[in-house]
């Protein structure tokens, strides 16, 4: 059978009015950027689209859950850390917009270092095939004793390093976000997977010591999580795979234990969107009566924006 081009002369149309669309000057385009002008009337000026949208969702729903005193939880990966951002999280706990932080191994090695020498992020490929990447002698020997002396206390990780770096009276102390929660009491918790930190390596490594402190934060972590229903808010930052599972799991015993875990919100913060921070944060936990944002982009510049736009409308 042979084609030829169709007949186009009886096609219908109907009028541009008539027709629903999805972008308007009116409602979605951006204000004016002008000199001289502030970060809250730069973010007022963001269209009302996409990522912006997005960005002021997550603004609004961390201010609307500090309104109802819900719990706003920070989970973020190590690179958080390293891209210099306590100041702008410390403001934003001093300031009680986050309630309770969770890190991972790394991240809790990096600000202690921090709170060390003012230093951190060694160059792995420079010393890693002459065997002493990660062998820095005061990282794993202080962090392994802080938590030895932690658990004793009957403390988890989190605050097993905060109390230590306070106790020890490190040099740049102020800069610490673990020694900043403890000194606000609130919690902040560390979730390691064994063998992935570089305090793993040390000699003074203790795996049931080790174990025993980051299940006690889980299970801290997991009391925060049950009290997100009904205007939390949960806030993953640059953490592609361990917290987004630690998560879910800490959600799911909230539920088993008949927590009405509902009505909250999530938002996945990175550079690059990822497999399990979609579904065990954006989008599972937030499938009854729920919201889940995406923001894509650097950390050194979201987050910044982030506090910003929190910390204008809660003090405006």
């Known amino acids: 059978m042979k084609y030829r081009p169709v007949d186009l002369s009886g096609v219908t149309t109907y009028p541009l009015a008539e027709r629903k669309n999805k972008v308007s000057i009116r409602r979605d385009f951006a204000g004016p950027v002008t000199p001289g002008m502030s970060v809250a009337d730069l973010l007022r000026s963001l ?8 960005l002021t969702g997550v603004i609004g729903a961390v201010v609307s859950a500090r309104e109802k005193g819900k719990p706003v939880i920070l989970a973020m990966g190590a690179h958080v850390i390293k891209c210099g951002l306590q100041p702008v999280l410390k403001a934003l706990v001093e300031a009680d ?29 420079a010393v890693l095939h002459c065997g002493t990447f990660g062998m820095a002698e005061e990282t794993g020997s202080h962090i392994n004793r802080a938590l030895r002396e932690g658990v004793a206390r009957g403390l988890g990780y989190g605050e097993s390093v905060g109390r230590f770096i306070i106790e020890n009276n490190n040099p740049y102390r102020t800069s610490s976000l673990l020694a900043t929660c403890v000194e606000r009491d609130i919690p902040v918790t560390v979730h390691v997977a064994v063998g992935t930190d570089i305090i793993h390596q040390h000699p003074e490594a203790d795996g049931a010591v080790i174990g025993e402190a980051t299940f006690r934060d889980f299970r801290l972590l997991t009391s925060v999580v049950a009290d997100l ?20 799991k800490a959600l799911s015993i909230a539920q088993n234990l008949g927590h009405h875990v509902d009505h909250f919100s999530t938002a996945n913060f990175d550079m690059q969107q990822h497999y399990r921070p979609l579904q065990n944060v954006v989008k599972r936990p937030t499938s009854g009566k729920g919201r889940g ?24």
């Open 47 to 54: 269209p009302n689209q996409l990522g912006a949208e997005a």
């Open 97 to 125: 917009v986050i309630t309770a932080v969770a890190l991972n191994g790394a991240g809790s090695i990096h600000d202690y270092e921090l709170s060390l020498i003012g230093e951190t992020s060694e160059d792995v490929g």
């Open 229 to 248: 229903g009904d205007g939390g808010v949960y806030l993953n930052v640059g953490s592609a795979v361990l917290l987004p599972e630690v998560f879910l």
């Open 293 to 316: 944002y995406t923001i894509t982009g650097h950390h050194e510049i979201m987050i910044p924006l982030l506090a910003a736009g929190i910390l204008d409308r809660i003090r405006g």
